[in-house]
């Protein structure tokens, strides 16, 4: 994990409290400063009044306490979770100033504040949401940031069909489409499938296939491959069929993956 908000953080020995250090550069989208006070406020709203998986999720941290304007620490009754200190490290920051005298229980319409690389532009309830990228984001410069974020305007349209979405995509009226249907990756954006042919001018869908977006799918053993170089193709590829990039580096399961047993990958066999 990788600090954005936070430019540095300390943790006890003991793991009994974790400590943040804010960037004092970090601005919300109105140009005021992200302070050690909104991530205390953030904390206590979200488990006093957000989801009630947010009470669950931080009901271990005894208390929270802004140590100065930019310092912030949580401390823990005991030190049982090997994952809170992570998971605090995920906690969104609100603007204390922007919900002051706002019900945040209420459902609401309006263009929230944040403090991203992107802000609400337009809502159209329950069909759209568009974001449009902020010219001065304070955080671009980062080196986590370096080459991201280059796109000025993202629009999220909404489905409750996904079989419409999926048409959707095929038709072209749609740039990405995140696919977790594994009888779909395998039939539906090919075109030798027997569907239906494509009309003309939209694009195929063995081209569709190759842009469809986010896909995790582990072979069986003993097909695992070394990783390749992927085909020269315009766009962003976000194929992941092949673990290669999860397991190169992680100690092999004898169990699960037998021909890892001596750490290394190795090609299938044919046949």
Not at 40 to 61: I, M, N, Q, T
Not at 148 to 175: M, T
């Amino acid at each position: 994990m990788y600090g954005l908000l936070a430019a540095g953080v300390r943790l006890d020995p003991d793991r009994h409290w974790i400590e943040f250090d804010l960037r004092p550069e970090a601005r919300f989208h109105d140009g005021t400063p992200v302070t050690a006070a909104d991530v205390v406020f953030s904390f206590r709203l979200l488990r006093d009044k957000g989801s009630p998986f947010y009470r669950a999720y931080y009901a271990a941290v005894d208390s929270v306490t802004a140590l100065d304007t930019y310092r912030v620490r949580f401390e823990f009754p005991d030190n049982h979770s090997r994952e809170l200190p992570l998971i605090l490290g995920q906690l969104p920051v609100l603007p204390e100033h922007y919900w002051q005298g706002r019900d945040f229980t209420r459902p609401t319409l309006d263009k929230l504040l944040g403090s991203g690389p992107y802000a609400i532009a337009d809502v159209d309830p329950g069909r759209r949401i568009v974001y449009r990228r902020v010219d001065d984001y304070w955080g671009r410069d980062l080196p986590i940031n370096r080459g991201r974020y280059n796109i000025d305007r993202l629009v999220y349209d909404y489905f409750r069909d996904q079989s419409v979405a999926l048409e959707a995509f095929l038709a072209g009226a749609l740039d990405l489409r995140l696919e977790g249907s594994a009888k779909n990756w395998a039939t539906a954006y090919d075109p030798s499938g027997g569907r239906r042919c494509d009309p003309p001018g939209n694009r195929s869908r063995r081209a569709a296939r190759r842009h469809a977006g986010l896909y995790h799918q582990y072979p069986p053993p003993g097909t695992l491959r070394p990783p390749r170089a992927p085909r020269a193709q315009p766009g962003f590829r976000f194929r992941l069929a092949q673990p290669a990039h999860l397991l190169w580096r992680l100690p092999p399961h004898p169990e699960l993956f037998p021909e890892l047993r001596d750490g290394r990958q190795r090609p299938a066999r044919p046949g």
